[in-house]
T-cell receptor, first 114, second 111 residues
Framework: DTGVSQDPRHKITKRGQNVTFRCDPISEHNRLYWYRQTLGQGPEFLTYFQNEAQLEKSRLLSDRFSAERPKGSFSTLEIQRTEQGDSAMYLC????????????FGPGTRLTVL | KNEVEQSPQNLTAQEGEFITINCSYSVGISALHWLQQHPGGGIVSLFMLSSGKKKHGRLIATINIQEKHSSLHITASHPRDSAVYICAVAVRTSGTYKYIFGTGTRLKVLA
């Protein structure tokens, strides 16, 4: 499978715990995006990387959230001290620099904070 | 008011019906993306277009840049078309592109 993959697909955690999600983009894609989607809403932009550089962060990304893409390939999104409001689907997408290719989405990680 | 508005929010159709989902936006865009999201969350790209019309199988997408409007049509709808259809516009910002998403149209096709 050469698409975008995310791990885990589902995560249930207790409030206050830390969680980390992983995204593996399509191998030749140098841009990687993280989105959050709550029930009944469209995805909301969180952050994006070009290669290993994190170029933009949404104000939605509080201090408890951190994302990395250390070698310009896979990326991790960590949420510290989770809160119930963090429960959402976390989507990753990747693209080439050229806009014409659009973004390719992963299956998402569904987080439930109890 | 959202920058990307979709209508209708919910749509129930009988198998075989012709379906239209609309997307209007209020910002200048570089391209518009139609996405399909099935229960469970995975998003599949259907079309990306910046002008005119594209067709793939039973799906047709059109865009009118002047009117800032796009439509997604499904001909001969089938229950497997049941999903949430999301319109996303690509806006150029600071040397890159940012997507702004609509809230989606939830389609249910009954057999």
């Amino acid at each position: 499978d050469t698409g975008v993959s995310q791990d885990p697909r589902h995560k249930i955690t207790k409030r206050g715990q830390n969680v980390t999600f992983r995204c593996d983009p399509i191998s030749e894609h140098n841009r990687l995006y993280w989105y959050r989607q709550t029930l009944g809403q469209g995805p909301e932009f969180l952050t994006y990387f070009q290669n290993e550089a994190q170029l933009e962060k949404s104000r939605l990304l509080s201090d408890r959230f951190s994302a990395e893409r250390p070698k310009g390939s896979f990326s991790t999104l960590e949420i510290q001290r989770t809160e119930q409001g963090d429960s959402a689907m976390y989507l990753c997408a990747s693209s080439l620099a050229a806009m014409g290719d659009g973004q390719f989405f992963g299956p998402g990680t569904r987080l439930t904070v109890l | 008011k959202n920058e990307v508005e979709q209508s209708p929010q919910n749509l129930t159709a009988q198998e075989g019906e012709f379906i239209t989902i609309n997307c209007s936006y209020s910002v200048g865009i570089s391209a518009l993306h139609w996405l399909q999201q099935h229960p469970g969350g995975g998003i599949v790209s259907l079309f990306m277009l910046s002008s005119g019309k594209k067709k793939h199988g039973r799906l047709i997408a059109t865009i009118n840049i002047q009117e800032k409007h796009s439509s997604l049509h499904i001909t001969a709808s089938h229950p497997r078309d049941s999903a949430v259809y999301i319109c996303a516009v690509a806006v150029r910002t600071s040397g890159t592109y940012k997507y702004i998403f609509g809230t989606g149209t939830r389609l249910k096709v009954l057999a």
